[in-house]
């Protein structure tokens, strides 16, 4: 038999060991070099997005660049062109700073590109990510009997817990969908929820009108009274109630509902119990600040984002419950091509993804080097900063909206200052800091939010000055 002779694969692809080495050792020094400038620079974008789109349309991918030149023109432009998380002056929207062992993670995901779909495929990332999620289910003080998975955001794993209360709501669901059951579907969370619950009600088919939005107690916090009167009324009316979703760390104040509580009206009325922990769930880390998130372990499922208060790279998000067996109805099916069909272990049969990235070896690395006692030192920071911030704010005059114990704080700057949104734009348009306007309990408010993870004292004098020239700009 004669050999054909293969064409070579392409170098621009797959490069010799060598090259290969050259460019590693370059990109990880200038990857170095650029998270320096990253945080020292403006925190927000600089570049001219008009001359970078024309750029762009340049670009027609017949005239092929060489490798490092490309990866250092994204660099720049990365260093020039997004709000920096990696800048210490950033005090964004939960999105963090990433820890270096998330990062090595990624890293060696890349090399080795495992595809988690199966446990026969990569049974070590499968074994080790399951192990992940049981530690930090068990750290929950959920029941023995923890599973779960990886997702790609809080989003998929709020998505998975209506799934379940749903599966779980009616034996035909899996079969005839929203129509085995006998009316309207609802499912209630605080007015101070993440919105995307809208999201997850359009695409879960239960339609957006099932998400009934319960009123806060003035202090951002859910009130078990309007959610019973509100379950109350919806069954008079015939709907059907299957879920009850707490937030343990809303979005906009930090705020913590009753945990309890709610799980006593959902066990009350047999519905699911979720908490929405995405952000909040870092606690869990600290023996100091634990107590917040008290009758978590009372949930049916949690959602808790790593790549948020964790500081995992985006996204890492987990999905955790008490009934495995049920992910397993939800998500099952069976197929001759995959190498490996294990109800309750292969991912792709109790999730809602199929291929998967090996993500949970952020969490592992981080946990293993840090343990629970480094996870909580990061978490008890950013608090102490939270705490500094408000001490230098409310010295000049400001006021604090919430009252949360997390490393949320929403403020109000001193009467006759400028309007807050305008006064956000101003400090965020300077580069000095990033902060957000939200609305907390119907009032307009800074938002400060401690996300990396070593923002200095110098860091703060900088943001309470910027805040201070923009609120007196008037
Ligand atoms: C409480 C809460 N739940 C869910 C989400 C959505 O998570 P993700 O952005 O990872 O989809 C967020 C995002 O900030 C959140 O704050």
Same mark, same amino acid.
């Given at each position: 038999?004669?050999?054909?002779?293969?064409?070579?694969?392409?170098?621009?692809? /797959?490069? %010799?060991? $060598?090259?290969?080495?050259?460019?590693?050792?370059?990109?990880?020094?200038?990857?170095?070099?650029?998270?320096?400038?990253?945080?020292?620079?403006?925190?927000?974008?600089?570049?001219?997005?008009?001359?970078?789109?024309?750029?762009?349309?340049?670009?027609?991918?017949?005239?092929?660049?060489?490798?490092?030149?490309?990866?250092?023109?994204?660099?720049?432009?990365?260093?020039?062109?997004?709000?920096?998380?990696?800048?210490?002056?950033?005090?964004?929207?939960?999105?963090?700073?990433?820890?270096?062992?998330?990062?090595? !993670?990624?890293?060696?995901?890349?090399?080795?590109?495992?595809?988690? !779909?199966?446990?026969? @495929?990569?049974?070590?990332?499968?074994?080790?990510?399951?192990?992940?999620?049981?530690?930090?289910?068990?750290?929950?003080?959920?029941?023995?009997?923890?599973?779960?998975?990886?997702?790609?955001?809080?989003?998929?794993?709020?998505?998975? %817990?209506?799934?379940?209360?749903?599966?779980?709501?009616?034996?035909? /669901?899996?079969?005839?969908?929203?129509? $085995?059951?006998?009316?309207?579907?609802?499912?209630?969370?605080?007015?101070?929820?993440?919105?995307?619950?809208?999201? +997850?009600?359009?695409?879960?088919?239960?339609?957006?009108?099932?998400? *009934?939005?319960?009123?806060?107690?003035?202090?951002?916090?859910?009130?078990?009274?309007?959610?019973?009167?509100? +379950?109350?009324?919806?069954?008079?009316?015939? !709907?059907?109630? +299957?879920?009850?979703?707490?937030?343990?760390?809303?979005?906009?104040?930090?705020?913590?509902?009753?945990?309890?509580?709610?799980?006593?009206?959902?066990?009350?009325?047999?519905?699911?119990?979720?908490?929405?922990?995405?952000?909040?769930?870092?606690?869990?880390?600290?023996?100091?600040? *634990?107590?917040?998130?008290?009758?978590?372990?009372?949930?049916?499922?949690?959602?808790?984002?790593?790549?948020?208060?964790?500081?995992?790279?985006?996204?890492?998000?987990? /999905?955790?419950?008490?009934?495995?067996?049920?992910? @397993?109805?939800?998500?099952?099916?069976?197929?001759?091509?995959?190498?490996? @069909?294990?109800?309750?272990?292969?991912?792709? #049969?109790?999730?809602?993804?199929?291929?998967? *990235?090996?993500?949970?070896?952020?969490?592992?690395?981080?946990?293993?080097?840090?343990?629970?006692?480094?996870?909580?030192?990061?978490?008890?920071?950013?608090?102490?900063?939270?705490?500094?911030?408000?001490?230098? #704010?409310?010295?000049?005059?400001?006021?604090?909206?919430?009252?949360?114990?997390?490393?949320?704080?929403?403020?109000?700057?001193?009467?006759?200052?400028?309007?807050?949104?305008? #006064?956000?734009?101003?400090?965020?348009?300077?580069?000095?800091?990033?902060?957000?306007?939200?609305?907390?309990?119907?009032?307009?408010?800074?938002?400060?939010?401690?996300?990396?993870?070593?923002?200095?004292? $110098?860091?703060?004098?900088?943001?309470?000055?910027?805040?201070?020239?923009?609120?007196?700009?008037?």
């Amino acid at each position: 038999m004669s050999r054909k002779n293969l064409q070579a694969a392409p170098p621009a692809l /797959f490069p %010799a060991a $060598a090259e290969r080495r050259r460019i590693d050792d370059w990109l990880t020094t200038a990857l170095i070099e650029a998270s320096s400038r990253v945080q020292t620079g403006p925190v927000t974008p600089t570049i001219d997005i008009t001359k970078f789109r024309d750029e762009l349309a340049a670009q027609d991918f017949n005239q092929p660049r060489e490798l490092q030149e490309v990866l250092s023109w994204t660099i720049e432009r990365m260093q020039t062109g997004l709000v920096q998380m990696g800048n210490p002056r950033y005090f964004g929207l939960f999105n963090p700073a990433a820890t270096f062992p998330a990062q090595c !993670a990624d890293r060696i995901a890349s090399l080795f590109n495992p595809q988690l !779909a199966s446990s026969a @495929s990569s049974p070590v990332p499968v074994e080790l990510e399951s192990h992940v999620i049981r530690a930090v289910g068990r750290r929950a003080g959920l029941a023995d009997a923890v599973s779960g998975h990886f997702a790609t955001g809080g989003s998929e794993a709020n998505y998975t %817990a209506l799934i379940c209360a749903l599966t779980k709501g009616h034996p035909e /669901f899996a079969t005839r969908g929203t129509q $085995a059951y006998q009316g309207p579907l609802r499912f209630y969370t605080s007015r101070e929820c993440h919105i995307a619950w809208l999201k +997850i009600a359009h695409q879960a088919g239960v339609g957006r009108a099932a998400l *009934r939005l319960v009123n806060t107690d003035g202090r951002g916090q859910l009130d078990p009274e309007a959610l019973r009167r509100m +379950i109350a009324e919806d069954r008079a009316l015939g !709907a059907v109630p +299957i879920m009850v979703v707490a937030t343990a760390g809303t979005t906009g104040g930090g705020m913590v509902d009753p945990l309890s509580v709610c799980a006593e009206i959902a066990r009350a009325e047999g519905m699911w119990y979720h908490v929405d922990a995405a952000w909040g769930g870092a606690a869990l880390a600290s023996e100091r600040l *634990r107590g917040l998130l008290r009758g978590i372990e009372k949930a049916d499922s949690i959602t808790i984002d790593a790549h948020k208060w964790l500081a995992t790279t985006m996204g890492c998000a987990m /999905f955790i419950t008490t009934h495995g067996s049920l992910l @397993s109805e939800a998500f099952h099916c069976s197929t001759s091509f995959m190498p490996s @069909s294990v109800s309750g272990i292969d991912p792709y #049969l109790n999730s809602v993804q199929w291929s998967r *990235r090996f993500i949970g070896l952020r969490l592992f690395l981080a946990l293993s080097v840090a343990g629970w006692e480094g996870l909580a030192a990061h978490v008890e920071r950013s608090v102490e900063v939270v705490d500094l911030i408000k001490q230098r #704010l409310l010295e000049r005059g400001w006021s604090v909206a919430n009252a949360s114990g997390l490393a949320v704080l929403d403020v109000l700057p001193p009467a006759g200052s400028e309007a807050v949104r305008s #006064l956000v734009r101003q400090v965020v348009a300077s580069g000095r800091a990033w902060v957000a306007p939200t609305s907390f309990e119907g009032r307009d408010v800074v938002r400060i939010c401690v996300t990396h993870g070593e923002t200095s004292a $110098a860091d703060v004098d900088e943001l309470v000055a910027a805040l201070n020239d923009y609120a007196a700009s008037q």
